[in-house]
């Protein structure tokens, strides 16, 4: 069976003060790949191939201060993607997100952060061509009440183009008996929407609803 791949890394980072800095990161990968069939029944040499070309980049504003930390950043990343049998498909996502970390008061960090993002791409078999847009606003507490009780917890607002507007809230709650053992207390919410490939692509089913969970 052949095999090759190729990848290519660019990496900058530029320390503007101590508080900020500034990273470039940025990739390619190209992997090529053949099926020689059976011993009993082969494929002719190298007509049985896959080869898939994926790229990402990203650039990240980052801060950190005994008072406050965080980071933005704006991402992208592609997928070519094609088989010997004619399949051919071509991916993108394009994604900005941020957050920041502030201690109001002792013992105490509070986050505030959001993101949005677009994906999609196109497949020629089945011909399909589609783009959506999912976009999340989010808070996270983290507060140490005392030696032995500490509370985190966060609650994030999600919307997505098709399946609309979802609340996911999850709290915690940590009691520390003694040095070895621990109490906790947890209620979260699980949401996941389905992904394109699984709406389209291989054992496609178009039907298919988010999945929620209370933990």
């Keep these: 069976s052949g095999f090759r ?3 290519g890394i660019l990496y900058a980072s530029y320390i503007v003060d101590p508080i900020w800095s500034l990273d470039f990161n940025s990739y390619i990968n190209s992997t090529k790949s053949y099926d020689p069939g059976t011993e009993s029944s082969p494929y002719l040499k190298d007509t049985v191939w896959s080869n898939m070309t994926r790229a990402n980049t990203s650039l990240s504003l980052r801060n950190k201060s005994a008072d406050y930390e965080g980071a933005a950043q704006i991402y992208f990343n592609n997928g070519i993607h094609d088989f010997s049998y004619g399949f051919h498909s071509n991916d993108n996502l394009l994604g900005f997100s ?3 970390g502030f201690s109001f008061f002792e013992n105490n960090i509070t986050t505030f952060g959001g993101e949005i993002k677009r994906y999609g791409g196109s497949v020629n078999t089945p011909a399909i061509d589609t783009t959506v847009t999912e976009s ?20 994030r607002l999600n919307n997505h183009s098709v399946y609309g507007t979802e609340v996911i809230p999850q709290f915690n ?15 979260s919410k699980g949401f996941r929407r389905p992904t394109l490939g699984e709406l389209f692509l291989f054992v496609a089913n178009v039907n298919l609803k988010p999945e929620k969970i209370w933990d």
Aim: proline content about 0%; hydrophobic content about 45%.
């Design 5 to 7: 791949s190729a990848t």
């Design 98 to 100: 941020m957050h920041e």
């Design 136 to 155: 999340a606003l989010f808070i996270a507490l983290n507060q140490k009440l005392n030696n032995q009780l500490f509370f985190n917890g966060g609650l």
């Design 173 to 187: 709650l940590q009691y520390k008996v003694t040095g070895s053992t621990e109490l906790n207390l947890a209620v």
